[in-house]
């Protein structure tokens, strides 16, 4: 029983375990030395302040999309629309952070760019919640299609309304609704682009947590999720929870702008923030959806991310899209094989 | 040849610490029918599985006509001669009748053509022997439930069956298709073929059974004849105690209506009518009794009267709960008028598997106040709550129950004394809508929910029963209404259940006339 537990507990880890050495494989056989290669890569990024700093800087919008993915979940519905949730959430922050006075007071303007970020996402996925519970279609289909219309969407905005002429960037957002960046407030992780969103996704995955755990709301839409109709038997209102979730996870998505536009770039480039909706995926299934091993999750990727980005001129970062890849097949392959060995 | 088909030597099948079957050894005689009983979880369906070649024992061994076997799939189960029945069919629906038995074993022409008429005079050649005529052209999904399961064992047959598994091989049936099968199980053992069957309803097995093994908490108790049982003695070896087959009850004292329905018609989306004019009334502490066979509008009733008609359906009539109309209200609303309901799928439509007991004790009462805290719920109140319902109710694990745990880990029976703790205790109740609440149940937990039944009904509740087994609407039932066709086609009086119920066996006999 309880070594069973244990095993349970460590699978993620031997799974990644697994993926690193299959990485070790491939990098022996383009002819280099995985232990320099690894070596090298840890060392750059959790050895150093501003390597720590990035890694948790590109951990944020996956913390974010994640939760976007996990909370539709529990409510038994598929979100792949993270992707078109922050790009549109991002665009919407990016045009309200510009339109703002320069000299609006933080305090003001910070909350007003969150906030526009979120509509924005949250609007977004209005569309899928509405399709679904309206007309009865999937959420897969729909979601999926609004992440193309938006990267259209957006990039026509960038080229044609908000953007820079001969760019595809926006203006620069209200100096008031920057994002203040850690190195700025406390000196750690110099000159890394950690920003303050980082306490906002760890702030929103802890409130997720406890909606989904610990409240009445978040025990119907569990139901909703796990047993439809006996949700709709016990008197509960199964649209609700759809739309609701669906749209609170469009609100998380969008939040991807705050970091991008609010506490890196000040402004939003075409493309900036585009794959974080489909990694979110990832980062959701990889711990079954669970919010606060969402964060464990969102830094794994975050690692891979930057780590692949430190070895760039020794090995292509190509090899740690493998490694990644491998993390996903790899967890969810040993989940299989320990259902059969029960 | 030896005139034992299988011999079941000290078979010992483990999952984890749990022994499914611990050392069970009988013997089936060649040519005769042999029913194994027993309570849910008591090891029968595992032990048909090893003979099947699905599991394989720990321990102990399987001699089958005389040589020791070690069955190691279905198919090589098969090739010695054992096929079995699943209590849920496994055919192709959109597939004809001979295409459904010729699957997996189909004879060719010219090596790769199917050659259909060669598997069509062999099924007449099997119909004819056996009496079991059939429409070979026929899709399966266009038979009924008793001619699909006929399918079932001429697909056995044609594939030189001699010893037939048959598991709850009644569940589904209507009482006319029952008696059929007992005939087709007789002559299939006349001519020598050896039939095992697993069931829980302890009047066939006097009936059709030449012997009985009864098992309980994975071990074999005894195996004798039926000619010497009783339903008495089986339940006490099923059980372990003396079990009251009859809950005893006093007359109902009916007061005023609580539910009529009036001239009800429900067409689903198919444009199919499944209630056809249905009219009834409930009263306050009395027992509405709807004996019928599945599919005559049960299921439709229900969900009308629990505010969740399917989308596309057309309903006229007027369903009122003591004077106010409920037709189109949700199912909260129609809770909050002091109604419960038991579902008849209790997996489906009544708990949630991964939520835990206490979890589920409150399911679709969660909104109470009396559970809520501020934000979430008050977890002292639950918890006390739901430690009083599973005292009181009962409710029993292998582990000693706490509420923590997942209800998916408790047996059927035990799963249903949740659900009618949470329904029968639900604040202000007047109405108790029961589907199916005893389906699965263990005989020992039975005896347990109709006395709460009855309980509730002594309480001035009105209960609306609708089972398909006709004993417990005799049982427990003050008034009988018998549905065929979305109608009540027949109502009995209290005067007239109470003088029929002396005599159970007619009165039986007698609905079932009335609802085929």
Request: positive net charge; glycine residues 10%; contains cysteine.
């Given at each position: 029983?309880?070594?069973?537990?244990?095993?349970?507990a460590s699978?993620p880890?031997?799974?990644v375990?697994a993926?690193?050495l299959?990485?070790?494989?491939?990098?022996i056989?383009?002819?280099?030395?995985?232990?320099?290669?690894?070596?090298?890569?840890?060392?750059m990024?959790?050895g150093t302040?501003?390597?720590?700093?990035?890694?948790?800087f590109?951990?944020?919008?996956?913390?974010?999309?994640?939760?976007?993915?996990a909370?539709?979940?529990?409510?038994g519905?598929?979100n792949?629309?993270?992707?078109?949730?922050?790009a549109?959430?991002?665009?919407?922050c990016?045009a309200?952070g510009?339109?703002?006075s320069?000299?609006?007071?933080p305090?003001?303007a910070?909350?007003?760019?969150?906030?526009?970020?979120?509509?924005?996402?949250?609007?977004?996925?209005?569309?899928i919640?509405?399709l679904?519970?309206?007309f009865?279609?999937?959420e897969?289909?729909?979601?999926?299609?609004?992440n193309?219309?938006a990267?259209?969407?957006v990039?026509y905005?960038?080229?044609?309304?908000?953007?820079?002429e001969?760019?595809?960037?926006?203006?620069e957002?209200s100096?008031?609704?920057?994002?203040?960046?850690?190195d700025a407030?406390?000196?750690l992780?110099p000159?890394?682009p950690v920003?303050?969103?980082l306490?906002?996704?760890?702030?929103?995955?802890?409130?997720?947590?406890a909606?989904?755990?610990?409240?009445?709301?978040?025990?119907e839409l569990r139901?909703?999720?796990?047993?439809?109709?006996a949700a709709?038997?016990?008197?509960?209102?199964?649209?609700?929870?759809?739309?609701?979730s669906l749209?609170?996870a469009g609100?998380?998505?969008?939040?991807?702008?705050?970091?991008?536009?609010?506490?890196y770039?000040?402004?939003?480039?075409a493309g900036g923030?585009n794959?974080?909706g489909?990694?979110?995926i990832?980062?959701?299934?990889?711990?079954n959806s669970?919010?606060?091993?969402?964060?464990a999750?969102?830094?794994?990727?975050?690692?891979?991310?930057?780590?692949?980005?430190?070895?760039?001129?020794d090995?292509s970062?190509?090899i740690f899209l493998?490694?990644?890849?491998a993390?996903?097949?790899f967890v969810?392959?040993s989940q299989?094989?320990?259902?059969q060995?029960? | 040849?030896?005139?034992?088909?299988?011999?079941?030597?000290?078979i010992t099948?483990?999952?984890?610490?749990?022994?499914?079957?611990?050392?069970v050894?009988?013997?089936?005689?060649?040519?005769?029918i042999?029913?194994?009983?027993g309570?849910?979880g008591a090891?029968?369906?595992?032990?048909?599985?090893?003979?099947?070649?699905?599991?394989?024992?720990?321990?102990?061994?399987?001699?089958?006509?005389?040589?020791?076997?070690?069955i190691?799939s279905?198919?090589h189960?098969?090739?010695l001669?054992?096929g079995m029945v699943h209590?849920?069919?496994?055919l192709?629906e959109?597939l004809t009748?001979?295409?459904n038995?010729?699957l997996?074993?189909?004879?060719?022409?010219?090596?790769?053509?199917?050659d259909?008429?060669?598997?069509?005079?062999?099924l007449?050649e099997?119909?004819e022997?056996?009496?079991?005529s059939?429409?070979p052209?026929?899709t399966?999904?266009s038979?009924s439930?008793?001619?699909?399961?006929?399918?079932?064992?001429?697909k056995?047959?044609?594939?030189?069956?001699?010893?037939?598994?048959?598991?709850?091989?009644?569940?589904?049936?209507?009482p006319?298709?029952?008696?059929?099968l007992?005939?087709?199980?007789?002559s299939l053992?006349?001519?020598?073929?050896?039939i095992?069957?697993?069931?829980?309803k302890?009047?066939?097995?006097?009936?059709l059974?030449?012997?009985v093994s009864?098992?309980?908490?994975?071990e074999?108790?005894?195996?004798?004849p039926?000619a010497?049982?009783?339903?008495?003695t089986?339940?006490r070896?099923?059980?372990?105690?003396?079990?009251?087959l009859?809950v005893?009850?006093n007359?109902?004292?009916?007061?005023?209506e609580?539910?009529?329905?009036?001239n009800?018609?429900?067409?689903d989306?198919?444009g199919v009518?499944?209630?056809?004019g249905?009219?009834?009334?409930?009263?306050?502490g009395e027992?509405?009794?709807i004996?019928?066979?599945?599919g005559?509008g049960?299921?439709?009733?229900?969900?009308?009267?629990?505010?969740?008609?399917?989308e596309?359906a057309?309903?006229?009539?007027?369903v009122?709960f003591?004077?106010t109309?409920?037709l189109g209200?949700?199912?909260?609303?129609?809770?909050?008028?002091?109604v419960?309901?038991?579902?008849?799928d209790?997996l489906?439509?009544?708990?949630?598997n991964?939520?835990?007991?206490?979890?589920?004790?409150?399911f679709?009462r969660?909104?109470?106040?009396?559970?809520?805290?501020?934000?979430?719920?008050?977890?002292k109140?639950?918890?006390?709550?739901?430690?009083e319902?599973?005292?009181?109710f009962?409710v029993?694990?292998?582990k000693?129950?706490?509420?923590?745990?997942?209800?998916?880990?408790?047996?059927g029976g035990?799963?249903q004394?949740v659900?009618?703790?949470?329904?029968l205790?639900?604040?202000?109740l007047k109405?108790?809508?029961?589907a199916?609440?005893t389906?699965g149940?263990d005989?020992g937990?039975?005896?347990f929910?109709?006395?709460?039944?009855?309980?509730a009904r002594d309480?001035?509740i009105?209960?609306l029963l609708?089972?398909a087994?006709?004993?417990?609407?005799?049982?427990?039932?003050d008034?009988i209404?018998c549905?065929?066709?979305?109608?009540?086609?027949?109502?009995f009086?209290?005067?007239?259940?109470?003088?029929r119920?002396?005599?159970?066996?007619?009165?039986?006999?007698?609905?079932?006339?009335?609802?085929t």
């Amino acid at each position: 029983m309880n070594t069973s537990k244990y095993l349970e507990a460590s699978r993620p880890i031997l799974a990644v375990l697994a993926a690193f050495l299959l990485g070790g494989v491939l990098i022996i056989a383009i002819g280099k030395n995985p232990v320099e290669i690894y070596g090298k890569m840890f060392s750059m990024t959790l050895g150093t302040g501003y390597g720590v700093g990035q890694v948790l800087f590109r951990a944020t919008p996956l913390v974010l999309t994640g939760l976007a993915v996990a909370l539709p979940f529990k409510a038994g519905l598929f979100n792949i629309g993270g992707e078109g949730q922050a790009a549109v959430g991002t665009i919407v922050c990016a045009a309200i952070g510009a339109a703002l006075s320069p000299s609006l007071s933080p305090m003001l303007a910070i909350p007003i760019g969150l906030i526009a970020a979120m509509l924005g996402g949250a609007s977004w996925a209005s569309i899928i919640a509405l399709l679904k519970t309206r007309f009865g279609v999937s959420e897969v289909i729909t979601s999926i299609m609004l992440n193309f219309t938006a990267y259209a969407l957006v990039g026509y905005l960038i080229a044609y309304q908000f953007g820079i002429e001969g760019t595809m960037r926006t203006v620069e957002i209200s100096r008031g609704a920057f994002m203040p960046r850690l190195d700025a407030l406390t000196g750690l992780f110099p000159r890394s682009p950690v920003n303050l969103s980082l306490f906002l996704a760890l702030a929103l995955a802890t409130a997720v947590y406890a909606v989904v755990y610990k409240t009445k709301y978040g025990y119907e839409l569990r139901a909703v999720g796990l047993n439809l109709e006996a949700a709709r038997y016990a008197g509960i209102n199964t649209n609700f929870h759809m739309v609701v979730s669906l749209i609170a996870a469009g609100a998380l998505a969008g939040l991807v702008g705050a970091n991008y536009v609010m506490g890196y770039k000040h402004y939003y480039e075409a493309g900036g923030v585009n794959g974080v909706g489909f990694l979110g995926i990832a980062v959701a299934m990889l711990v079954n959806s669970h919010p606060l091993w969402i964060l464990a999750s969102a830094l794994l990727f975050g690692l891979l991310d930057y780590g692949g980005l430190t070895i760039n001129a020794d090995v292509s970062k190509e090899i740690f899209l493998v490694v990644q890849a491998a993390v996903i097949l790899f967890v969810i392959a040993s989940q299989k094989a320990f259902k059969q060995m029960e | 040849m030896s005139p034992t088909a299988i011999e079941f030597k000290g078979i010992t099948k483990r999952f984890g610490d749990f022994y499914a079957n611990r050392s069970v050894s009988f013997s089936v005689e060649r040519g005769s029918i042999h029913a194994v009983v027993g309570e849910n979880g008591a090891g029968k369906s595992t032990l048909m599985k090893i003979l099947y070649g699905l599991y394989r024992p720990d321990a102990g061994d399987l001699v089958i006509n005389g040589e020791k076997r070690r069955i190691a799939s279905p198919a090589h189960a098969i090739e010695l001669g054992i096929g079995m029945v699943h209590q849920h069919f496994m055919l192709v629906e959109p597939l004809t009748v001979v295409e459904n038995i010729m699957l997996g074993d189909e004879p060719v022409k010219n090596r790769v053509l199917i050659d259909r008429q060669k598997a069509v005079v062999r099924l007449f050649e099997l119909s004819e022997k056996f009496g079991l005529s059939i429409s070979p052209y026929e899709t399966v999904e266009s038979l009924s439930v008793g001619l699909q399961q006929r399918v079932e064992i001429l697909k056995l047959l044609y594939r030189d069956a001699t010893i037939l598994i048959l598991d709850e091989p009644t569940a589904v049936l209507t009482p006319i298709e029952t008696e059929q099968l007992f005939k087709t199980l007789k002559s299939l053992a006349k001519v020598g073929n050896t039939i095992l069957i697993i069931t829980h309803k302890l009047d066939e097995v006097l009936r059709l059974a030449d012997r009985v093994s009864v098992m309980r908490q994975g071990e074999l108790i005894d195996t004798l004849p039926a000619a010497s049982a009783t339903k008495e003695t089986l339940a006490r070896l099923m059980v372990g105690r003396d079990v009251l087959l009859n809950v005893e009850k006093n007359d109902a004292r009916p007061n005023d209506e609580i539910l009529s329905i009036k001239n009800i018609t429900y067409t689903d989306a198919k444009g199919v009518k499944r209630l056809d004019g249905l009219s009834l009334s409930v009263r306050a502490g009395e027992i509405y009794g709807i004996a019928g066979v599945e599919g005559n509008g049960q299921s439709e009733l229900l969900k009308l009267l629990w505010g969740m008609p399917e989308e596309g359906a057309t309903v006229s009539g007027s369903v009122a709960f003591s004077g106010t109309p409920i037709l189109g209200k949700t199912p909260r609303e129609i809770a909050a008028l002091g109604v419960s309901h038991v579902p008849e799928d209790r997996l489906k439509y009544a708990v949630i598997n991964s939520f835990s007991i206490s979890d589920n004790i409150i399911f679709g009462r969660h909104y109470e106040r009396d559970f809520l805290s501020v934000v979430g719920f008050n977890l002292k109140k639950l918890w006390a709550f739901c430690a009083e319902m599973l005292s009181l109710f009962d409710v029993r694990s292998a582990k000693g129950v706490s509420p923590s745990e997942r209800i998916g880990n408790l047996s059927g029976g035990n799963q249903q004394k949740v659900v009618t703790a949470r329904e029968l205790t639900r604040p202000n109740l007047k109405l108790l809508i029961l589907a199916q609440p005893t389906r699965g149940v263990d005989i020992g937990a039975i005896e347990f929910i109709h006395r709460k039944v009855i309980d509730a009904r002594d309480k001035n509740i009105a209960v609306l029963l609708i089972s398909a087994e006709l004993s417990e609407i005799i049982s427990l039932a003050d008034r009988i209404g018998c549905i065929y066709k979305g109608a009540i086609r027949k109502e009995f009086s209290q005067t007239e259940v109470a003088k029929r119920r002396e005599t159970p066996n007619e009165f039986e006999k007698q609905l079932g006339q009335f609802i085929t």
